[in-house]
């Protein structure tokens, strides 16, 4: 029943089952969460959304420092900002600026042209390859066939993020190697890329038997998966592998901050979604813990420019808001899941225990 999940984890020198600490930008996945999971036969990722090309190198660096183990690294693949629409960057950054004053920064103004947005892109796919870096996953979109090609010329194994059946289709059809299928349930931003997929909503438990079927690739199942039942329910489902991105973010070697990981411990003693689903904070669809800033723009109705813009009008509002552990206003990304979260382990005894969960529920099947 199994047969292509151990297929998996043999082919990527995994231990069986082959569990994914997920990338997740903003800090989270530090070089020493990306080596101890290499380290303890997991598949560590080390996300470079909004590293500069000079932070790349480091942490790459760092984490080659702590293992010799392969890891993997994830790029945001950059939209265009052709849909620059002025008047909703007016009501965003006006709604912003209320917040800013609250965290004591001075109000920005408009800007005229979206033309100070950059990306470093093509610097950082050099930056892999220079690197030997083997296994690259991408969300947000497909990169160019150019980008491929490159990649796929030094050998590497390329994993590319859907929401919908349609955009694994076409990222198996440009050349990818694996393909996340990533649930409504998961934490972070939804990794997909066509408009219509991101409104979805599919569970991964609708959607990941669905990839399975449309597409000959491993499919990598992503969304809610916190412990070992979890992990056996999407192999069942036909998953090659599992990747998990809120179980990680409160071991002791993950990069959220102090604040962060109190507020996902007190999100255990709730009985009801404490998560929501908003772009109030990038423009892009993400899930996260409520916060009042979310609600508030969300509850004015207002246009949000989309992403990146709103991402890089509100990027020193969250640095503050983190800074200063300002829950109301910090981005908090996490899944559905986060009221199952292990608080204080390593990522090594995280590991240990999902796996034994596993051990446990195979010994009951028999
Ligand atoms: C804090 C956080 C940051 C994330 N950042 C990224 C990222 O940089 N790149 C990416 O492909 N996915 C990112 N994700 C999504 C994860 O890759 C994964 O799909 C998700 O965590 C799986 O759902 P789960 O959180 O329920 O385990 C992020 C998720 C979280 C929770």
Redesign the pocket.
């Known amino acids: 029943m199994f047969n292509q999940s151990l297929t998996f984890a043999n082919s990527m020198a995994l231990q069986w089952p082959a569990i994914i600490q ?5 800090g ?2 530090t070089p020493a969460l990306v080596a101890a999971v290499a380290e303890n036969g997991g598949l560590g ?1 080390f ?3 909004s590293l500069t090309s000079d932070a790349l190198i480091k942490g790459i660096a760092d984490i080659q420092s702590l293992t010799a183990k392969p890891f993997s690294a ?1 790029i ?1 693949v950059p939209s265009s900002n052709k849909d620059y629409d002025s008047s909703a960057v007016e009501a965003y950054v006006k709604a912003i600026n209320r917040f800013r004053r609250e965290l004591g920064l001075e109000a920005i103004k408009v800007p005229e042209s979206p033309q100070f947005f950059k990306d470093n892109f093509q610097e950082i796919i050099d930056i892999l390859i220079d690197k030997n870096i083997k296994i690259v ?4 979109g497909i990169p160019s066939s150019d980008s491929i090609e490159k990649l796929k010329s030094k050998g590497t194994y390329l994993v590319g ?1 859907a929401n919908s059946v349609e955009e694994a289709k076409m990222l198996e059809e440009s050349g990818f190697d694996a393909i ?1 299928a ?2 409504y ?5 939804r ?1 997909g890329f066509l408009t219509s997929s991101a409104y979805s909503a599919m569970s ?1 438990f609708t959607l990941l038997p669905q990839v399975v079927e449309a597409v000959k690739c491993p499919v990598i199942a ?5 412990e070992g039942k979890g992990v056996i329910a999407a192999l069942t489902l036909g998953a090659s592998a599992v ?7 409160a071991v002791k070697e993950s990069g ?1 901050s102090k604040t962060y990981k109190e507020e996902l411990e007190k999100a255990k003693t709730k009985d009801c979604d404490v998560t929501m689903v908003t772009r109030a904070y990038t423009g892009k669809l993400a ?2 813990l409520r916060t009042k800033f979310a609600e508030q723009i969300e509850a004015e109705g207002i246009e949000i420019p989309h992403y990146p813009i709103a991402h890089y009008l509100s990027t020193d509002l969250r640095k503050q808001a983190a800074a200063l552990g300002y829950r109301d206003v910090m981005a ?7 009221q199952q979260i292990r608080s204080g382990l390593s990522a090594s005894a995280l590991l240990e225990e999902i796996r034994n969960e596993v051990k446990c529920i195979l010994h009951e099947l028999k």
Not at 22 to 26: N, R
Not at 137 to 140: D, E, V
Not at 332 to 338: A, D, E, H, K, T
């Open positions: 997920a990338p997740m930008a903003g989270i996945t990722s996300a470079t959304g994830n945001f996953s991408f969300a947000f993020t996340v990533q649930g349930e998961a934490g972070g931003h990794g991964m992503a969304g809610g998966i916190m990747q998990l991105g809120t179980a990680f973010l959220a899930r996260g908090m990304w996490c899944g559905q899941g986060v």
